[in-house]
C-alpha cells in the first residue's frame, strides 16, 4: 500500500512561515523524485518544487528564494519550508512521488490545507 501523507499545514499571517511535511510508505523512497504541487480555488494544480533523487531542485519562479524544498532518506520523508508567506500561497498543497520508467508513474497525497491571512 503506498501513501503519503501531509502535515505542517495551517494559517499563518502574511510574512509568517510555515513547514509541510510529507511522509512517504510502500515505495522505495530514495529512487523516486518527490514534489510539491498546489491548487488554489478555482485554480490548477501547478508545480511549487521538485527535489530528485540525486538531491537536484527546482522552483516555480513564484516562489523562488522563499521557499526551499528537503528531502531525508532516512526518514522516507520530503519537506517545504515556506517564509515569507503571502496571500496567494493560500491553496491545497500535495505532495507528489515520481518515477520515470518507460512512462511517468506518480503517486500524490490527500493534500494540506495553507493559508494565508491577515
Known amino acids: 500500500q503506498v501513501q503519503l501523507v501531509e502535515s505542517g499545514g495551517g494559517l499563518v499571517q502574511p510574512g509568517g512561515s510555515l513547514r509541510l511535511s510529507c511522509a512517504a510508505s510502500?515505495?522505495?523512497?530514495?529512487?523516486?523524485?518527490m514534489g510539491w504541487y498546489r491548487q488554489a480555488p478555482g485554480k490548477q494544480r501547478e508545480l511549487v518544487a521538485t527535489?530528485?533523487?540525486?538531491?537536484?531542485?527546482n522552483y516555480a519562479d513564484s516562489v523562488k528564494g522563499r521557499f526551499t524544498i528537503s528531502r531525508d532518506n532516512a526518514k522516507n520523508t520530503v519537506y517545504l519550508q515556506m517564509n515569507s508567506l503571502k496571500p496567494e500561497d493560500t491553496a491545497v498543497y500535495y505532495c507528489?512521488?515520481?518515477?520515470?520508467?518507460?512512462?511517468?508513474?506518480?503517486?500524490w497525497g490527500q493534500g494540506t490545507q495553507v493559508t494565508v491571512s491577515s
Open positions: 507528489n512521488a515520481r518515477r520515470v520508467l518507460i512512462t511517468v508513474v506518480d503517486f
Open positions: 510502500g515505495i522505495t523512497f530514495s529512487i523516486y523524485a
Open positions: 527535489v530528485s533523487s540525486g538531491g537536484t531542485t
